[in-house]
């Protein structure tokens, strides 16, 4: 079975500062791998994903991610981090059960921080 | 396009009282996904429905738990009797599902308190 870890439960940043979030995943083929963004009262958006192809995953709102199989990871990065990015992030890998349906874990989240 | 639709947003109840949430998939996906949110817990699928048939309910806590897909477009979530420790975000999602790899899209969640 697949599985995630986000390692950062919670991470603080000057606005303007750039910003990494960790993602490392389990799973014994190549997974698919997202990231949302939950705000406060809100649903999971997703920001991002990977299937196959280019490891360097353009995102909305300015994010990137970085697929790297010899690492098992699926980091997040922004350049520049604004207020509005205060929130908590998501990864997921997701993979095809017995039936060949997908079936998405989630990590446990990261809360994001932004400081003037 | 509407997104996945979910009732109620809110919801008080006493305990031992039954509770149904009510979703809405986005029209014409055929994967739906209901999950629970708590702070301890994190993020966890209860069931999910492919062409409205449940596939896997392993996350279902309990027989308290029950999930309905009548037709394609309406799913209920029914907690009878519920319990304080039911309390929780809980989020309808949806995806077309045809081949792995497809995004799932969340709904707004319907926040449950048990008193």
């Known amino acids: 079975a697949q599985s995630v870890t986000q390692p950062d439960i919670h991470i603080t940043v000057s606005e303007g500062a750039s910003l990494e979030l960790r993602c490392n995943y389990s799973?014994?083929?190549?997974?698919?791998l997202f990231w949302y963004v939950q705000s406060p009262g809100q649903g999971l958006q997703l920001l991002l994903k990977?299937?196959?192809?280019?490891?360097l995953v353009q995102g909305i709102k300015g994010f990137e991610a970085e697929f790297k199989r010899s690492q098992s990871s699926f980091n997040l990065r922004k350049p520049s981090v604004h207020w509005s990015d205060a929130a908590e992030y998501f990864c997921?890998?997701?993979?095809?059960?017995?039936?060949?349906?997908?079936?998405?874990?989630f990590g446990t989240g990261t809360k994001l921080q932004v400081i003037p | 396009d509407a997104g996945v639709i979910q009732s109620p947003r809110h919801e008080v109840t006493e305990m031992g009282q039954e509770v149904t949430l009510r979703c809405k998939p986005i029209?014409?996906?055929?994967?739906l996904f209901w999950y629970r949110q708590t702070m301890m817990r994190g993020l966890e699928l209860l069931i999910y429905?492919?062409?409205?048939?449940?596939?896997?309910d392993s996350g279902m806590p309990e027989d308290r738990f029950s999930a309905k897909m009548p037709n394609a477009s309406f799913s209920t979530l029914k907690i009878q009797p519920s319990e304080p420790r039911d309390s929780a975000v809980y989020f309808c999602?949806?995806?077309?599902?045809?081949?792995?790899?497809?995004?799932?899209?969340f709904g707004e969640g319907s926040w449950l308190t048990v008193v």
């Open positions: 999602a949806s995806s077309l599902s045809g081949s792995s790899g497809n995004t799932i899209y």
């Open positions: 799973y014994g083929a190549t997974p698919y």
């Open positions: 990977y299937f196959s192809g280019d490891t």
């Open positions: 997921a890998v997701g993979a095809g059960d017995s039936g060949g349906y997908q079936k998405v874990t």
């Open positions: 029209s014409g996906h055929n994967s």
């Open positions: 429905f492919n062409n409205n048939v449940p596939i896997d």
